[in-house]
């Protein structure tokens, strides 16, 4: 069992920043991949979540979905068991809860948080 617990989220205001960092504790060696994924408001099925960025634990390239390129930045922390979302250049389409999730693969998401509320203004 893996256990995740997200923080950092606010509201700010278009191109302003904010860190989400995602605390993970319990068997996490299980899992082989981390993520952020997001639900925007008005989308509250779980198959509407967006993938924002995942990141392999052992290392290699982040992936990022096309629409946060180049503003967001997701790293972990192997010694912590901490995974970070570092957001820059915040849109109002930014908006949204967002979540950690950990797997395997990249592809198959066992774990979820709670979410953190992120709320962009313009």
């Known amino acids: 069992q893996v256990h995740l617990v997200e923080s950092g989220g606010g509201s700010v205001q278009a191109g302003g920043s904010l860190r989400l960092s995602c605390a993970a504790s319990g068997d996490i060696y299980s899992s082989n991949c981390m993520g952020w994924f997001r639900q925007a408001p008005g989308k509250e099925r779980e198959g509407e979540r967006e993938?924002?960025?995942?990141?392999?634990?052992?290392?290699?390239?982040?992936v990022y979905a096309d629409s946060v390129k180049g503003r967001f930045t997701i790293s972990h922390d192997n010694a912590e068991n901490t995974l970070s979302l570092q957001m820059n250049t915040l849109k109002p389409e930014d908006t949204a809860m967002y979540y950690c999730?950990?797997?395997?693969?990249?592809?198959?998401?066992?774990?979820w948080g709670q979410g953190t509320q992120v709320t962009v203004s313009s």
């Open positions: 999730a950990a797997g395997h693969w990249c592809r198959e998401w066992n774990y």
């Open positions: 993938g924002v960025a995942t990141i392999y634990t052992g290392g290699g390239s982040p």
